[in-house]
């Protein structure tokens, strides 16, 4: 069974140390599991290598977590904020524990959150049947009974067509993303997480601004896009010279004030939805953490 | 290890064009941030379909001339190859479940 730090606290104290000197070195970059022999991702540096077999290893961490850790890396907007959250990550990490299943239960919070999120969705939809599915999956790997490779193909074949139906780019069909995403076994599958985590923040997102939208009476992004392809197009066949620069958000702003203080808006409602959405999960992923059995805080 | 081969103009008709089993080749840049989400999700497909498909990323900064063929104009874009030939290609960050199924539709499975 693995334990991680190898049941040891002063592995998870050195581990910590490790990786704050290694941000701070100025080595550290956002590229996932990545070294170049002077630089790379947290896992790399931590690691001197991008070897995941060594990342278990020496740290009796999944293979999963090394992933994560180095992908909130590249989903966090500032460097600065993802240096914070990879160690505020490592911190949460109970001493050990066998983290292996501990995939299955962020799967199943994630999941659990979505299935709230398709609420509204009629009581036969697909997506409905292909998250109670996925879901079932990870509760038996839980329980002990390893669904056959042929049962976790089955269920992402029908979250895939369960999507499939939606309108593509809706909250609906962003959501069946998770559903999909989710659909692998963390113990054999080290992207699952670290996919399900982005999928679910992308779908919250603009389901989030979808509404949003809706309740302040702004016009749609694609609404937004279409009049600045008819501006362009427009101002395209006033021009003498085929190659002179159009600023289509110059002229938005000049003639639509309306549409551009929406589109400024737009953009701000999403922005704030994705730190948002970031947080939660991240709040959802440190909670199962610190849930997990026979924690042991590091003191150092 | 990645399991991932680093083609460029000098190897990919080796690697990619001779292959005898299907090749995924993954255009990508080191500024391009879904680029970086995909490479970890494309590298677990490749450790999932080791022996039945070759993995491949090319720079493309570094290889103009392999973009400009495949007529790659956003990044990622995914090109899966059987025979030397392009069979199917998707551009952006996808799951890794819409990876495995863009593989198996061009296994056969």
């Not at chain 1, 979808?210 to 600045?228: A, H, N, P, R, Y």
């Not at chain 2, 993954?26 to 080791?50: G, S």
């Given at each position: 069974m693995?334990?991680?730090?190898?049941?040891n606290?002063?592995?998870?104290?050195?581990?910590?140390q490790?990786?704050?000197?290694?941000?701070?070195?100025?080595?550290w970059n956002?590229r996932?599991?990545y070294?170049?022999g002077?630089?790379?991702?947290?896992?790399?540096?931590?690691l001197g290598?991008?070897d995941?077999d060594?990342?278990v290893?020496?740290?009796?961490?999944?293979?999963?977590?090394?992933l994560?850790?180095?992908?909130v890396?590249?989903?966090?907007?500032?460097?600065?904020?993802?240096?914070?959250?990879?160690?505020?990550?490592?911190?949460?990490?109970?001493?050990?524990a066998?983290?292996n299943a501990?995939?299955?239960?962020v799967?199943?919070?994630?999941l659990?959150e979505?299935?709230?999120?398709?609420?509204?969705?009629s009581e036969?939809?697909?997506?409905?049947?292909a998250l109670?599915?996925?879901?079932?999956?990870?509760?038996?790997?839980?329980?002990?009974k390893s669904?056959?490779?042929?049962e976790?193909?089955k269920?992402?074949s029908?979250a895939?067509?369960?999507?499939?139906q939606a309108?593509?780019?809706?909250?609906?069909a962003?959501?069946?993303?998770?559903?999909?995403?989710a659909?692998?076994?963390?113990?054999?599958?080290?992207?699952?997480?670290?996919?399900?985590?982005?999928?679910?923040?992308?779908a919250?997102?603009?389901?989030?601004?979808?509404?949003?939208?809706?309740?302040?009476?702004?016009i749609?992004?694609?609404?937004?896009?279409?009049?600045l392809d008819?501006i362009?197009t427009?101002?395209?066949k006033?021009?003498?010279?085929?190659?002179?620069?159009i600023?289509v958000f110059?002229?938005l702003?000049?003639?639509y004030p309306?549409?551009?203080?929406?589109?400024m808006?737009?953009?701000r409602?999403?922005?704030?939805e994705a730190?948002?959405?970031?947080?939660?999960?991240?709040?959802?992923?440190?909670?199962?953490?610190?849930n997990s059995?026979?924690?042991?805080?590091?003191?150092c | 290890?990645s399991?991932i081969?680093?083609?460029?103009q000098?190897?990919f008709?080796?690697?990619v064009?001779?292959?005898?089993?299907?090749?995924?080749?993954d255009?990508?840049?080191?500024?391009?941030?879904?680029?970086?989400?995909?490479m970890?999700?494309?590298?677990?497909?490749?450790?999932?379909?080791?022996?039945?498909?070759?993995?491949?990323?090319?720079n493309a900064?570094?290889?103009?001339?392999?973009?400009g063929k495949?007529?790659?104009?956003?990044?990622?874009?995914?090109?899966?190859?059987?025979?030397?030939?392009?069979r199917?290609?998707f551009a952006?960050?996808?799951?890794?479940?819409r990876?495995a199924?863009f593989?198996?539709?061009?296994?056969?499975?």
């Amino acid at each position: 069974m693995m334990q991680s730090f190898q049941d040891n606290p002063a592995l998870k104290c050195s581990m910590l140390q490790k990786a704050q000197a290694f941000q701070a070195s100025g080595d550290w970059n956002s590229r996932p599991v990545y070294w170049d022999g002077k630089g790379g991702s947290l896992v790399g540096g931590l690691l001197g290598s991008d070897d995941l077999d060594q990342w278990v290893e020496e740290s009796g961490l999944p293979k999963w977590m090394a992933l994560l850790l180095d992908m909130v890396a590249v989903i966090l907007p500032s460097a600065e904020d993802a240096k914070a959250a990879q160690i505020s990550l490592l911190e949460a990490l109970p001493v050990g524990a066998d983290l292996n299943a501990c995939g299955n239960v962020v799967l199943v919070h994630f999941l659990k959150e979505t299935e709230t999120d398709i609420a509204s969705l009629s009581e036969n939809h697909p997506l409905r049947a292909a998250l109670t599915d996925v879901m079932a999956l990870h509760d038996a790997e839980l329980a002990g009974k390893s669904p056959q490779p042929a049962e976790w193909r089955k269920a992402r074949s029908e979250a895939i067509a369960a999507t499939d139906q939606a309108v593509p780019d809706s909250p609906e069909a962003k959501f069946g993303a998770v559903i999909e995403a989710a659909a692998w076994n963390p113990r054999t599958s080290r992207s699952v997480v670290a996919d399900t985590f982005r999928s679910w923040i992308n779908a919250r997102r603009d389901a989030a601004v979808q509404q949003k939208v809706g309740e302040q009476g702004l016009i749609s992004f694609e609404e937004t896009k279409k009049l600045l392809d008819r501006i362009h197009t427009e101002e395209r066949k006033t021009r003498k010279d085929p190659k002179e620069f159009i600023h289509v958000f110059g002229i938005l702003e000049e003639r639509y004030p309306k549409e551009h203080k929406d589109m400024m808006d737009f953009h701000r409602i999403q922005h704030e939805e994705a730190i948002r959405q970031r947080q939660a999960a991240f709040q959802i992923i440190i909670s199962t953490l610190q849930n997990s059995q026979d924690q042991v805080r590091c003191t150092c | 290890m990645s399991t991932i081969i680093t083609v460029t103009q000098e190897n990919f008709d080796d690697v990619v064009l001779n292959s005898e089993l299907p090749v995924v080749v993954d255009f990508w840049a080191p500024w391009c941030a879904p680029c970086k989400q995909l490479m970890p999700i494309l590298d677990d497909a490749a450790e999932t379909y080791a022996g039945e498909v070759v993995v491949a990323k090319v720079n493309a900064d570094e290889n103009p001339e392999i973009v400009g063929k495949y007529h790659v104009r956003g990044l990622p874009t995914v090109v899966l190859f059987l025979d030397g030939e392009e069979r199917e290609r998707f551009a952006g960050l996808q799951t890794k479940s819409r990876i495995a199924a863009f593989i198996d539709r061009n296994l056969g499975c």
